[in-house]
């Protein structure tokens, strides 16, 4: 699986070099799409290439930005086409191995419905969620230009720090990715840690045993 991640990155880098803010964007938007492309490979070599002069700073962010907007609303298009009666479709087939209702549902259904905006900026600029938060955006058919806003507010933000580390490493631009690395554990291990708590606290059997 590395091979093919560092062959992909490899792959989008020679995109960028070869096509400059065209490939910049096509790159980001299939990183939104194709989470196995890494954005925090390919980000800092943006910013490397504008230290060397090749690409302009801001160029290169808005490019970026473009593309990772494009890449959200493809996702908004996927989660607005499977809907709500779908997701409840599974949920009423699925739910009881995870613990999960249709009551479940509705709440979480009001929760984005009433913080979905500040949910989509915040996600952005987390790792691994980043583009997942688009599909529920989409089932809860979100207003699109509220979700237009939000995602290139917050994609503004990660492409501008990713691409400035890039341009600050120079020659080494690809630490960046390592470091981010990092930050995408401690992402798995809390989502780890929350379902595990959900589903302790949803199985009946332990139901039983407090009964």
């Known amino acids: 699986m590395g091979d093919l991640i560092g062959g992909i990155a490899s792959w989008a880098t020679d995109v960028i070099e070869e096509l400059s803010y065209l490939g910049l964007i096509l790159i980001i938007a299939l990183e939104n799409v194709f989470p196995p492309i890494p954005s925090e490979a390919v980000l800092p070599l943006a910013g490397f290439l504008t230290g060397?002069?090749?690409?302009?700073?801001?160029?290169?962010?808005l490019a970026a930005t473009l593309g990772a907007v494009i890449g959200a609303l493809i996702l908004y298009a996927i989660g607005a086409w499977f809907g709500d009666e779908r997701l409840r479709w599974v949920v009423r087939k699925y739910g009881k191995l995870l613990g999960v209702g249709e009551s479940d549902l509705d709440k979480a259904n009001a929760w984005f419905d009433n913080h979905g905006g500040i949910a989509v900026l915040v996600c952005r600029v987390v790792p691994i969620v980043r583009s997942l938060i688009s599909i529920p955006a989409g089932i809860?058919?979100?207003?699109?230009?509220?979700?237009i806003?939000?995602?290139t507010l917050g994609s503004g933000v990660w492409n501008t720090v990713l691409i400035g580390a890039g341009w600050a490493l120079g020659d080494n631009w690809e630490e960046v990715e390592g470091y981010?690395?990092?930050?995408?554990?401690v992402v798995i291990a809390a989502v780890v840690i929350v379902g595990a708590y959900w589903l302790w606290k949803r199985n009946p059997f332990r139901a039983k045993q407090v009964g």
């Open 180 to 185: 981010v690395g990092y930050l995408q554990y």
């Open 149 to 151: 806003g939000y995602t």
């Open 140 to 147: 809860r058919r979100m207003p699109i230009l509220p979700f």
């Open 52 to 61: 060397q002069g090749r690409m302009n700073f801001v160029g290169a962010v």
